[in-house]
């Protein structure tokens, strides 16, 4: 499976972007998918997932309210709406086939995408 995020770049504090991901797989709709981050200096960590069908989303606590992920099977894309962004939601953001529902581990992730990166200036 490859995965190609796009989307990124720069925007003032309270701002938004749309990250998007297109992924090769024919049988993209049995894959779960996740939106991952990496700020510099920090490790990776999970901001969003979504189910198969896309009728369960699941948030990390800090991006809640604020993100919202989707995907559109007929197209192989997964998409994260980042609103209201803040500083400290600078990072490079990675989308992910991941092999567990609920999960937020790195190490149940599948299949990387090359990452793009989103800064957010005060």
């Known amino acids: 499976v490859q995965l190609q995020a796009s989307g990124g770049g720069l925007v003032r504090a309270g701002g938004s972007l749309r990250l998007s991901c297109a992924a090769s797989?024919?049988?993209?709709?049995?894959?779960?998918m996740g939106w991952f981050r990496q700020a510099p200096g920090e490790e990776r960590e999970f901001v969003a997932g979504?189910?198969?069908?896309?009728?369960?989303?699941d948030y990390t606590d800090s991006v809640k309210g604020r993100f919202t992920i989707s995907r559109d099977n007929a197209r192989n894309m997964v998409y994260l709406q980042m609103n209201s962004l803040k500083p400290e939601d600078t990072a490079v953001y990675y989308c992910?086939?991941?092999?567990?529902?609920?999960?937020?581990?790195?190490?149940?992730?599948?299949?990387w995408g090359q990452g793009t990166l989103v800064t957010v200036s005060s």
């Open positions: 797989a024919r049988t993209f709709i049995y894959y779960l």
């Open positions: 979504i189910s198969r069908n896309g009728g369960s989303a």
């Open positions: 992910a086939v991941t092999t567990q529902w609920g999960t937020r581990s790195r190490n149940d992730v599948a299949y």
